[in-house]
């Protein structure tokens, strides 16, 4: 969703990339530990087996595929059919696939949610303030350092961004899908896909802000 928020807002898609790349890395490494010990804080038991196995399948097995499909199409079609005939099919194939994600999420968990509204504002609210916050924060750092709009938007956008999608597969893998946890993170994409198309606005409508006189140019 990271590639499809920083296209919205007409980043620096090579920047994007770079940075998509090196946040999936990362989470090959991190995101294990950090899950066992969040679930270590919760005095909840830790099931290794189940974090490493969701995160080989959801991380590292996408990651895997699209290095390995991408020098495949490049060997048997060249950089040039792949840059001006593959990425532009690419683009709404994966929008429509995002889309189709999101209403395949919500229909399993629709009846819980609007039978729960309260506990849906209470997931909602700090999830809201976080997004925001962390946005602003990588913003505002952006133009402080005079960076151009097109690296500006999508590093605040992706700092601001959350990893819903493992956090999905993880929460069903060990708690299952009609779990809390589960819930919760449906919810985080139900308010995170919103918020963050508002702040991709947000960054289209001040790109002049980073345009004036004395700032960095791309």
Same mark, same amino acid.
């Given at each position: 969703?990271?590639?499809?928020?920083?296209?919205?807002?007409r980043?620096?898609?090579?920047?994007t990339?770079?940075?998509?790349?090196v946040?999936?890395?990362?989470?090959?490494?991190?995101?294990?530990?950090?899950?066992?010990?969040?679930l270590?804080v +919760?005095?909840?038991?830790?099931? *290794?087996?189940? @974090?490493?196995?969701?995160?080989?399948v959801?991380? $590292? !097995?996408?990651? =895997?595929?699209?290095?390995?499909?991408?020098?495949?199409?490049?060997?048997?079609k060249?950089?040039?059919?792949?840059?001006q005939?593959?990425?532009?099919f690419?683009?709404?194939?994966?929008?429509?696939?995002?889309?189709?994600?999101?209403?395949?999420?919500?229909?399993f968990?629709?009846e819980?949610?609007?039978?729960?509204?309260?506990?849906?504002?209470?997931?909602?609210?700090?999830?809201?303030?976080?997004?925001?916050?962390?946005?602003?924060l +990588?913003?505002?750092?952006?133009? *402080?350092?005079? @960076?151009?709009?097109?690296?500006?938007?999508?590093? $605040? !956008?992706?700092? =601001?961004?959350?990893?819903?999608?493992?956090?999905?597969a993880?929460?069903?893998?060990?708690?299952?899908?009609?779990?809390?946890?589960?819930?919760?993170?449906?919810?985080?994409?139900?308010?995170?896909?919103?918020?963050?198309?508002?702040?991709?606005?947000?960054?289209?409508?001040?790109?002049?802000?980073?345009?004036?006189?004395?700032?960095?140019?791309?």
């Open positions: 969703m990271v590639l499809v928020w920083g296209y919205l807002a980043g620096n898609d090579g920047l990339l770079v940075m998509v790349a946040n999936s890395l990362t989470m090959l490494v991190l995101y294990g530990a950090l899950g066992g010990f969040l270590g +919760g005095r909840l038991p830790v099931p *290794w087996q189940a @974090l490493l196995l969701s995160i080989l959801y991380v $590292a !097995l996408p990651l =895997a595929a699209g290095w390995l499909s991408r020098r495949w199409i490049l060997a048997a060249g950089e040039a059919w792949f840059q005939r593959f990425l532009p690419l683009t709404p194939v994966t929008i429509t696939a995002l889309l189709a994600t999101l209403v395949l999420l919500f229909s968990k629709g819980v949610i609007a039978a729960h509204p309260l506990t849906i504002l209470w997931i909602a609210v700090p999830l809201f303030l976080q997004t925001v916050l962390i946005f602003a +990588g913003y505002g750092l952006a133009r *402080w350092l005079q @960076l151009p709009y097109a690296d500006a938007a999508p590093a $605040a !956008l992706i700092g =601001a961004s959350n990893h819903f999608e493992v956090a999905i993880t929460a069903v893998m060990l708690f299952g899908l009609s779990s809390g946890a589960a819930l919760a993170t449906v919810v985080g994409v139900l308010i995170e896909v919103p918020v963050m198309l508002l702040l991709v606005e947000v960054c289209k409508r001040s790109a002049p802000w980073f345009d004036q006189p004395g700032t960095a140019q791309s």
